[in-house]
Nanobody, 125 residues
């Protein structure tokens, strides 16, 4: 079992920055790729970004490419999402996700086995 806990959400102005963290616990040695997804009210879950176990490869949704950066510190069992140049349309609940014994660089949420509870990000115009 793996537990994921996000932190760092909050309110930001358009053009501002926030950094989200996701701390993993439990059988962390089996965690492979990790990702961030978001869901705005009335909308479907949306892929944001993902990173492989080693941190060597990343993949971003077009909507955040060049503005968001994913990274991970395996010694701390933590993945980060640095968000810059924030836009009101980035407002959503952001959730981190982890693959168990898999390391696929994929935007498909169904391939992630564990999910955090989510953290709210609100960007004001």
């Amino acid at each position: 079992q793996v537990q994921l806990v996000e932190s760092g959400g909050g309110l930001a102005q358009a053009g501002g920055s926030l950094r989200l963290s996701c701390a993993a616990s439990g059988r962390t040695f089996s965690i492979g790729a990790m990702g961030w997804f978001r869901q705005a009210p009335g909308k479907e879950r949306e892929f944001v970004t993902t990173i492989t176990k080693s941190g060597g490869r990343t993949y971003y949704a077009d909507s955040v490419k060049g503005r968001f950066t994913i990274s991970r510190d395996n010694a701390k069992n933590t993945v980060y999402l640095q968000m810059s140049s924030l836009k009101p349309e980035d407002t959503a609940v952001y959730s981190c996700a982890a693959q168990f014994d898999k390391d696929y660089l994929t935007p498909r949420w169904s391939l992630y086995d564990y999910w955090g509870q989510g953290t709210q990000v609100t960007v004001s115009s």
